[in-house]
């Protein structure tokens, strides 16, 4: 059930970081990913956070951030201004609203 569990995570990971440019489909700009459901995008992180932000090993726990802090860490890790393993790698593939999306899903807003 959990190797079930990350694949999904990872093929849905796949799918949003893919860019319509990688994927042969021209420019980014094309296409509006800022309306994404807020759950399929806090899908991906349970994979490292663990279930509601739980943590059971080495990944920091989320589970106690509010939405202003959630912004706040992935804003910072998205220009660079935070350093992480994996975060400044992942943020900067969403948008400013989707991050909005992220953190009021997982402040339960």
């Not at 079930?4 to 093929?11: C, F, H, P, S």
């Not at 970081?17 to 807020?38: R, Y």
């Not at 220009?79 to 899903?105: C, F, H, L, V």
Request: include cysteine; aromatic fraction near 4%.
């Amino acid at each position: 059930m959990k190797k079930n569990l990350i694949t999904v995570a990872a093929l849905g990971m796949a799918v949003l970081f893919t860019t319509p440019a990688q994927a042969g489909g021209g420019s980014s700009a094309a296409v509006d990913t800022g309306n994404l459901n807020s759950a399929l995008l806090v899908s991906n992180c349970v994979v490292c956070h663990g279930q509601g932000g739980e943590s059971q090993g080495y990944t920091p726990s989320i589970d106690g951030l509010n939405k202003n802090q959630m912004i706040s860490a992935l804003m910072d890790f998205k220009s660079g201004n935070r350093k992480g393993t994996i975060m400044q790698r992942i943020a900067p593939g969403y948008t400013d609203a989707q991050i909005e999306a992220i953190a009021n899903e997982l402040a339960g807003n």
